[in-house]
């Protein structure tokens, strides 16, 4: 068992912060898609209780904040079955992503749904939880418990040295302070006076080769979340207003373990600010600039001190601090990255052909976004309020921002070119492909 204190006091965050939006679900997750026949009840009760082992908070009913417990769940409590339309394809899968997933868990604060029908010998598992019990690389190291695999390589991270009021640790405290508590500029990119939700999130999932963006990344001199980043800021440039004088604000989640919790599961992350340069004019541009932007993340992972607010106010606060760093007017949207399993994995047998992110979308926000990685491949998941013009395109855009920095710094080949596809299918290495969530399209 590993010390979960940590993951605790992360995950109240979003405890209080659910309760304080009780219209926003802020439950995460992913999609395996898996070749072969659908399993039965049995097989899934026994899944169920293998991820339950991995992970002793998951065998919890959900409770009241300040409530006492009200005793474990049984396997079926997590458990939901949907036949999909016959033979519907990837409209059907993802129409029926898109329907779970708005409706919140109840009793429970994580669960499995079990989509199949959509076409022959081929099902889906659909795992989400409410994201103050896990946070991605915890659904991760859960997945691959639940497939009996080795959990994701250790990470080197750097000793934590007991917390003492040094001037380092008072000038942290002070950046975090004012950084709270200053007027926010951040823009919006929904429609002016349009507050979201305006319905059910728009859900939509593209891919391309993780070895594309990585050669990008190696010829630019940056990191790969920065060619993520950048490729975005490219993507949300049609959304700007004409004449705005705010920034593009986006949080992004960083992993906080550390070489005593990296293999514990539960809620490690907290939100580093980063501007977007998306203004600039040139891919080549934005992403110099990004890799600027993105300095505070590198710091604020080996700085002992980036957590001091959250280590000095009381829990109690913790919930009303969260809603505040994520306030509309300070933070544009949330852009999170989770690495996975390099190699592809296996289900009883069958093979997981992809792992589709689940992102959330916080209150009053219009846009969130997830990169996954999952056996050589990177998929961007988007989740939009529906009142956001054009979110059908954002895949697209983002794609089009990766073959434009792709130009600028890579010799293109026909091993990266862009050519539609579908899940069913194993795709080959050039394939990319956009799929979305209603009947007509998908994140």
Known sequence: MHDHDDATAAGERWFDYAAAHPHTNVEIGGVAVVAGPAPSTVELHALINLMRAAH???????????????????PADHLEEVALTALGGDLALHAAIERVCAQPLRDVTWGMTLLH???????????RAHHGLLDGMSLIAITLAAVREPGLPRRRTPPVHPPSWTSARVRALLRAVVGIALPANAISLGPDRVQA???????????????????????GGVSLNDVYLAALAGALRPWLPDRTTGTVQVTVPLNT?????????????RGVPVILPCHLPTAAERLAATRLATRNIRFS????????????????????ALARILHPRRTTMVATHVPGPAR????????????????????????????????????????GDPSLPEIDELPARWLAELDALEGAFTQPCPATASMPST?????????ERVVTGSAEQDA
Do not use: Q
């Open 56 to 74: 002793p908070p998951l065998r919890d009913r959900a409770r009241p904040r300040g409530a006492s417990a009200v005793g474990p769940a049984a």
């Open 117 to 127: 029908g959509h076409r022959d010998n081929e099902f889906a598992l659909l795992l």
């Open 197 to 219: 939700p305006t319905g059910p999130p728009r859900r939509m999932w593209v891919h391309t080769p993780l070895p594309r963006m990585k050669a990008i990344a190696r010829e």
């Open 257 to 269: 373990r550390r070489s005593s919790t990296n293999t514990a599961l539960g809620n490690f992350h």
């Open 301 to 320: 992972h080996r700085d002992p001190d980036a957590d001091v607010l959250f280590d000095i106010l009381p829990t109690r606060w913790h919930g009303r």
């Open 344 to 383: 592809p994995l296996e289900l009883h047998g069958h093979s997981i052909n992809a792992l589709l992110p689940l992102m959330f979308l916080p209150a009053g926000h219009h846009l969130s976004v997830c990169l996954g990685e999952y056996a050589g491949t990177a998929h961007l998941a988007v989740v």
């Open 423 to 431: 899940i069913r299918d194993p795709a080959p290495d050039n394939a």
